[in-house]
């Protein structure tokens, strides 16, 4: 029980506390104008706008950078059921497999390696 104490519970409940204020103040929004389908990706840009504007001016707490490179590492697993389901998906898409190949690669690849040069760049 020592991995409890040494835990920064202040810095999770307020890394976390974030990610839901603007995702839900997002979907919100989004809502307002019919779109809340629009809601999880207004909440990034939103959320990483902030954070580049508040490191223009400030530095990023350390241990806001530290949780989120945990939350970042620990959430890939989520992504594994999503992928089994693509998968099955495929099997049965027959002649529209390249095509849906062709946009799986454009809207998650670039987007992942946009975000890790930005990453890499700016933290």
Do not use: C
């Not at 027959?94 to 062709?102: A, K, R, Y």
């Amino acid at each position: 029980m020592d991995w409890i104490k040494r835990i920064d519970w202040k810095a999770w409940i307020g890394t976390i506390a974030l990610i839901i204020i603007f995702r839900e103040g997002a979907v919100w929004v989004m809502k307002q104008f019919g779109h809340p389908e629009l809601g999880n990706l207004a909440g990034l840009i939103s959320l990483l706008s902030v954070l580049a504007l508040w490191r223009k001016f400030k530095k990023i707490p350390a241990s806001l950078v530290d949780t989120n490179n945990k939350i970042m590492k620990e959430s890939a697993f989520a992504f594994l059921p999503i992928s089994a389901g693509s998968l099955l998906m495929m099997m049965h898409l027959g002649d529209e497999t390249p095509m849906f190949l062709i946009v799986l690669f454009v809207s998650t690849l670039i987007p992942l390696w946009v975000y890790a040069k930005m990453s890499k760049k700016w933290l």
